[in-house]
């Protein structure tokens, strides 16, 4: 149930629809627009509830069922774009974000020079993997807490803040001492206990969409993360599985616009684990942009054909620096820069 209140409704009025929904036994939380407050009701029994129990309040404008299965990802709880802010640097707004590194954490030499050439051709986030959920359990799982540990080193040195995955409940505490952000990958889209803690832990998230998840589900899924109380989440479109075996993962551009619709969250897409080979990154990179995607997360080795993990589709850097050349023209097309 989302509760409008009035422009000039006052603390305690919005204290007084508080209290009514805690003595109800049911969650709150709010947002606090420049222009007028929302209250979220949240309970697994609001259905049943007459809405003029908060209608009835003072200061109250208006009071509404969310039909949708996610809430506080809706833009009826949060009508402007959430605008998500990692040392300074903005996703959601003009400028489009650019999250560059290799797939894992190989060792020392392999991610200092791919953080090198990231940042020289213009990527303003650095990523690497040091916790790696593989299809296989005889693939490299990553490097861990070692992973961890040259990832703070390259951030330091490079001054760029860091995005790893987390992939168990257990490591989140230890990733996020050295992640700006944590990243939530596709397998864990709902693992709701691994999103419960990654929400606890306060810190702004890449929550990137399963493989055979609709847009519903993984809104849905944000909520989770929402529900903890930071607003710091960052959709990710990274493709589906369909029929269409030509590509690792079919990229599904219509999801951009229908996200933007319906949810206030930034949205990026990771067109390198859509395309499987380097050739198909550009392409879709592109129309990601061209489509509204607020960043990309793409993957890039400094010499992919001795790559531990994802060599195929990560970019050369030369490749990397080409494409960051045509993003920025295409961003410019639409209004938006790198
Ligand atoms: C990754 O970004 O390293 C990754 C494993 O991606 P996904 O979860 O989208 O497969
Ligand atoms: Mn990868």
């Given amino acids: 149930m989302i509760v409008d209140m009035k422009k000039d409704s006052t603390q305690e009025e919005l204290n007084e629809v508080i209290q009514r929904a805690e003595s109800l036994g049911l969650n709150v939380q709010l947002n606090l627009g420049t222009d007028k407050t929302v209250v979220a009701i949240l309970g697994t029994n609001t259905g049943q509830l007459p809405t003029d129990i908060f209608a009835v309040l003072p200061g109250v404008e208006g009071v509404s069922r969310i039909m949708k299965p996610y809430k506080l990802a809706s833009r009826e709880f949060k009508a402007e774009d959430t605008l998500v802010s990692v040392n300074g640097i903005e996703i959601g707004g003009k400028r489009i974000v650019i999250m560059a590194g290799p797939c894992a954490v190989e060792n020392e030499g392999q991610l200092m020079k791919a953080i090198e050439v990231v940042k020289k051709s213009g990527a303003s986030i650095m990523r690497g993997g040091a916790f790696k959920p593989r299809t296989s359990p005889f693939s490299f799982q990553g490097l861990g807490k070692a992973g961890l540990e040259l990832l703070a080193q390259a951030r330091e040195r490079f001054n760029m803040p860091v995005v790893t995955e987390v992939v168990d409940p257990h490591d ?167």
């Avoid at 380097?278 to 995607?293: D, F, M, T």
């Fill in 172 to 338: 989140v505490s230890l990733v996020s001492k050295y992640a700006d952000i944590l990243q939530v990958g596709a397998r864990n889209m709902q693992n709701y206990s691994l999103l419960t803690k990654v929400g606890k832990s306060k810190r702004p998230v890449v929550l990137k969409r399963g493989l055979s998840s609709t847009v519903k589900e993984w809104l849905t899924a944000a909520d989770y993360l929402l529900a903890e109380g930071d607003s710091r989440v960052i959709l990710c479109e990274r493709g589906i599985r369909t029929f269409e075996d030509s590509i690792r993962f079919s990229i599904d551009i219509s999801s951009i616009p229908v996200v933007k619709k319906f949810s206030h969250l930034p949205l990026i897409v990771d067109p390198s684990h859509a395309a499987g080979h380097y050739s198909l990154v550009p392409a879709i990179a592109k129309a990601a942009v061209a489509a509204g995607a607020d960043g990309l997360l793409i993957e890039v080795h400094p010499n992919p054909k001795e790559a531990l993990v994802d060599g195929i589709q990560s970019l050369t850097p030369s490749d990397f620096d080409r494409l960051m050349k045509e993003l920025r023209e295409i961003a410019k097309s639409v209004g938006r820069y790198i």
